[in-house]
């Protein structure tokens, strides 16, 4: 099969189209032939040499893609067996940038109708973790403030989505106006340019505080946020973008709003959590796809073969939504 070969270090440019094997099923999976594959920072990362594959799985890149199954294992364990010929999409914690790849049945979805599979590719990532950071990590309650930074982010559209559907009040904060008037049509409430704007003090010109911040950025945003924070508010740490450390935590702060601060992975969890939170997903969200309720966040596709040009725009930070490449 073709694969998206990668040494660790290597610049965007120099990810090609390589060969190698056909992955074998193991007890539970099933083998698909990837039409799509999402692209994550995740991926920048690891092909960096900064994010390594956890252990004992696939060194390709990819956490996610559709495609059609080709191949059952004996022992099936989905509660639906999945059968050849069905289009899925789902989670892999390595192996997507490959025209085949063997999944847990657990860890995939049967692709929406009325859905293709470059926008099926863009689900799984950003929405799983989306919801798992709105509605496991926290208990997200109706009517609560959400504020999300890197709202034109894949996670962060999905999460206004999901926090909107919820009948929460969403403010986001992005790098442009074009960004901005993004999140605003899929129902942020408040748009604030980080650029241009101290997103502190315009939330404090709308609203009494925040209950939950949803931070991929870090660095000297900790302080910021927390200033934020109703008391008993929550701020969670997807990604660390501005650095890995925050200077000076004002703990006279933290300890005041009796505040929570935590940090999450996807990729790392066990394939147990991740059945759970599929399923959690599955049954409460999945329906809304096909009536369009809840939309995936597709900004552009491009063909396997130019999965460099993709790195770079992630990497400049250039995109509103997910970024598919396509075999």
Request: with cysteine; proline share 3%; charged share 20%.
């Amino acid at each position: 099969m073709q694969f998206i070969k990668h040494e660790n270090g290597c610049t965007p440019d120099s990810l090609g189209i390589s060969h190698t094997d056909i992955p074998s099923l193991t007890s539970g999976q099933v083998l698909i032939k990837v039409a799509c594959f999402g692209l994550n920072r995740a991926d920048t990362l690891q092909r960096q040499g900064k994010y390594p594959a956890p252990a004992g799985e696939s060194d390709i890149l990819g956490l996610e893609m559709s495609g059609e199954v080709v191949q059952v294992h004996s022992q099936q364990t989905s509660p639906h067996a999945f059968e050849i010929g069905d289009k899925v999409f789902g989670l892999v914690a390595g192996g997507g940038y490959a025209e085949y790849v063997a999944v847990h049945s657990q860890h995939l979805m049967k692709v929406p109708l009325n859905m293709d599979m470059p926008q099926a590719a863009g689900i799984a990532e950003c929405f799983l973790t989306a919801f798992q950071a709105l509605f496991i990590e926290n208990n997200l309650q109706p009517k609560q403030h959400v504020l999300i930074h890197a709202g034109a982010s894949g996670v962060g559209l999905a999460a206004i989505q999901l926090a909107k559907r919820h009948g929460c009040a969403v403010a986001v904060t992005a790098s442009s106006q074009a960004k901005l008037d993004l999140c605003k049509q899929l129902g942020a409430d408040l748009v604030i340019n980080y650029k241009q704007q101290d997103f502190a003090d315009e939330i404090a010109k709308h609203w009494q505080g925040c209950d939950l911040i949803i931070d991929f950025v870090a660095g000297d945003y900790l302080n910021r946020n927390l200033k934020l924070l109703n008391i008993d508010g929550s701020v969670l740490y997807l990604a660390m973008l501005a650095g890995r450390y925050a200077d000076n935590l004002d703990m006279a702060m933290m300890l005041g709003k009796r505040a929570t601060v935590k940090g999450s992975t996807l990729r790392s969890r066990h394939d147990k959590y991740k059945t759970r939170l599929i399923k959690a997903f599955s049954q409460t969200c999945l329906a809304d796809f096909d009536s369009c309720k809840l939309v995936p966040n597709i900004d552009t596709e491009y063909a396997a073969k130019d999965v460099g040009k993709a790195h770079q725009r992630l990497e400049d930070n250039n995109t509103m939504g997910k970024l598919i490449c396509c075999w």
